[in-house]
């Protein structure tokens, strides 16, 4: 099991800039799948970024080339780099875990995940508000 706990959420104008943080309670060395979900009000949840087992990345289309996911293993916290934010980039942000999914397939949940399947552990989430 794993507990995470997200920070770094807030309000900015379309165009700016947010860095979100979510702190593990396991090493972020690898290992697992491990990435960053959002869910806007009236949505399904969905994949934005997520790090393989094998360290790779994976992003949802909508978000390549504005957000970056990264992981600082001597503290055990994964980041998403969000940059030119626009309006329906609005939602809550979770950071989410899965301990099982074999090497290779994490890239499903930045990219297809859309609510259900998978084994996931969240957190509690960070809301992200852009303004235009």
């Known amino acids: 099991q794993v507990q995470l706990v997200e920070s770094g959420g807030g309000s900015v104008q379309s165009g700016g800039s947010l860095r979100l943080s979510c702190a593990a309670s396991?090493?972020?060395?690898?290992?697992?799948?491990i990435g960053w979900f959002r869910q806007a009000p009236g949505k399904e949840r969905e994949g934005v970024a997520v790090?393989?087992?094998?360290?790779?990345?994976s992003y949802r289309d909508s978000v390549k080339g504005r957000f970056t996911i990264s992981r600082d293993n001597a503290k055990n916290t994964l980041y998403l780099q969000m940059n030119t934010l626009n309006p329906e980039d609005t939602a809550m942000y979770y950071c989410a875990a899965d301990l099982s999914a074999p090497p290779g397939t994490c890239a499903w949940y930045a990219r297809e995940y859309s609510g259900t399947g998978g084994a996931l552990t969240w957190g509690q989430g960070t809301l992200v508000i852009v303004s235009s």
């Open positions: 396991l090493s972020t060395r690898g290992g697992y799948c």
């Open positions: 790090i393989d087992v094998d360290g790779s990345s």
